[in-house]
């Protein structure tokens, strides 16, 4: 049976506040073990990313939930970024209306017949405080009132379409044919948009399953055509393929559900032991989600506020693994490689362990390598998930205009292309 770790010890950690994370600063993320489950949906809508299109009836929704249960007053601010999600150099004025910094989360629900309670805060933009003005990257950082270091972060985009991107995504790629890798083309179609000069002012953008740490920026056209602008036989486009993401659900509080092992109750709070892992050595066809999570329980009725947190035991059956620490990723973990989703290793069992607090519902995961001596915190699955052509991802390319002069950048395009081979 699993040596499970003290619940003492789990609660310090999990509760334990402004704990620094090294997550990209891109990412929707919390920075405090008190806070979980931070989600940003546009329009309601579950799955899609988090681009709202600017102006109409559009909005932005962010939840999170406070474990500490007791009601904390949070004020939030937010910040326009640039296409790396660095703080672009305007006023406040010019991107938002209403005094930033200055509003509290006036929305909260404490969580209902939940072993381990809750609050579950939320909060929409544009609200009648704040509206947003242009388009661009919005960072929105949450502040217990009166601290100056934020608890958490949620980051979305507001698109004004003005160009269009097509993307072609191919394992046949220029290092590789049908091997490991995938590479993404796309071209940017400007037809009926003015511009001065296209392969210096626009500035692409492509992620792969949102995660940040792999993203390519910074490339130049490969072809100029009028009005278009090719991106194609790039290296830097180039992306490890990786294998379908591992799936496990906790629904039910009494009965295991998809790939969990076994659920016990300990000391007041609910546990789920997920089957033990194994790295994998061919590819597994798998209906997945490419890394993310739905919160629901059974009973899927008032799943922000009654679906209740489990202790979730996580092992990776295998020596030490060469190249760095291994991580347990995902949108569960903010697709960060904080130390908090680094995996301790049992030597006498010969596995890698971690354990979290995770609400209930429907996950995706991976174990990720990072190498210790590499700053840019670069995740590899080769060792623990393998790279394979035929692996189902997702691509974001993002299209940001600065102008000549310009302070900031716009974003005037995006597109999504799912690789099935």
Same mark, same amino acid.
């Given at each position: 049976m699993l040596k499970t770790t003290s619940i003492f010890k789990i609660v310090v950690i999990c509760l334990a506040s402004m704990v620094s994370l090294t997550c990209s600063a891109q990412q929707t993320a919390s920075f405090s073990k008190s806070i979980k489950t931070v989600q940003v949906k546009v329009n309601g809508k579950w799955g899609e990313p988090p681009v709202m299109l600017k102006g109409g009836n559009n909005y932005v929704d962010?939840?999170?939930?406070?474990?500490?249960?007791?009601?904390?007053?949070?004020?939030?601010?937010?910040?326009?970024?640039d296409s790396e999600w660095n703080q672009s150099d305007i006023y406040e004025g010019d991107y938002m209306t209403g005094v930033n910094g200055a509003y509290r989360l006036e929305e909260y629900t404490q969580s209902l017949m939940t072993e381990m309670e809750y609050n579950h805060y939320t909060l929409r933009l544009p609200n009648e405080n704040?509206?947003?003005?242009?388009?661009?990257?919005?960072?929105?950082?949450?502040?217990?009132?009166?601290?100056?270091?934020?608890?958490?972060?949620?980051? @979305?985009?507001?698109l004004e379409p003005s160009v269009g991107i097509d993307i072609e995504v191919s394992a046949n !790629?220029?290092?590789? %044919?049908?091997?490991?890798?995938?590479?993404?083309?796309? &071209?940017?179609?400007?037809?009926? =948009?003015?511009?001065?000069?296209?392969?210096?002012?626009?500035?692409?953008?492509?992620?792969?399953?949102?995660?940040?740490?792999?993203?390519? #920026?910074?490339?130049?056209?490969?072809?100029?055509?009028?009005?278009?602008l090719i991106y194609s036989f790039n290296k830097s486009l180039i992306f490890d393929a990786g294998n379908e993401y591992r799936r496990f659900?906790?629904?039910?509080?009494?009965?295991? %559900?998809?790939?969990?092992?076994?659920? =016990?109750?300990?000391?007041?709070?609910?546990?789920?032991?997920?089957y033990?892992?194994? *790295?994998?050595?061919?590819?597994?066809?798998?209906?997945?989600?490419?890394?993310?999570? =739905?919160?629901?329980?059974?009973?899927?009725?008032?799943?922000d506020t009654e679906s209740d947190y489990f202790y979730?035991?996580?092992?990776?059956?295998? *020596?030490?693994?060469?190249?760095?620490s291994v991580f347990l990723n995902?949108?569960? !973990?903010?697709?960060?490689?904080?130390?908090?989703?680094?995996?301790?290793?049992?030597?006498?069992?010969?596995?890698?362990e971690i354990t979290l607090p995770l609400k209930q519902g429907s996950y995706n995961y991976q174990y990720?390598?990072?190498?210790?001596?590499?700053?840019?915190?670069? +995740? #590899?699955?080769?060792? &623990?998930?393998?790279? =394979?052509?035929? &692996?189902?991802?997702?691509?974001?390319?993002?299209?940001?205009?600065?102008?000549?002069?310009?302070?900031?950048?716009?974003?005037? +395009? @995006?597109?999504?292309k799912t690789y099935k081979n």
């Open positions: 962010i939840s999170f939930d406070d474990l500490q249960h007791d009601y904390e007053r949070y004020t939030y601010k937010i910040t326009h970024c704040v509206n947003l003005l242009i388009s661009g990257n919005y960072k929105v950082e949450f502040f217990i009132d009166g601290e100056d270091e934020p608890v958490a972060q949620a980051c @979305f985009s507001i !790629t220029d290092i590789d %044919t049908y091997a490991s890798h995938q590479q993404v083309s796309f &071209t940017i179609n400007y037809r009926n =948009y003015s511009i001065n000069n296209p392969e210096t002012e626009f500035k692409p953008v492509v992620t792969q399953n949102r995660r940040w740490d792999t993203h390519a #920026s910074g490339m130049t056209p490969t072809y100029i055509k009028s009005n278009e659900e906790i629904l039910d509080k009494l009965v295991p %559900t998809m790939n969990i092992d076994k659920m =016990y109750y300990e000391n007041g709070y609910y546990h789920a032991v997920v033990a892992d194994k *790295p994998r050595i061919n590819y597994l066809y798998d209906e997945d989600q490419d890394g993310r999570y =739905y919160i629901r329980n059974n009973d899927d009725i008032d799943n979730t035991h996580f092992t990776l059956q295998s *020596p030490l693994l060469p190249g760095g995902g949108d569960l !973990t903010d697709n960060s490689y904080d130390s908090y989703y680094q995996m301790d290793y049992n030597m006498i069992e010969h596995q890698y990720v390598i990072v190498d210790d001596n590499n700053d840019n915190s670069i +995740g #590899s699955v080769a060792l &623990t998930e393998g790279n =394979y052509h035929q &692996t189902e991802n997702e691509y974001y390319v993002y299209v940001y205009h600065r102008p000549f002069g310009e302070r900031y950048d716009r974003l005037v +395009g @995006f597109n999504k």
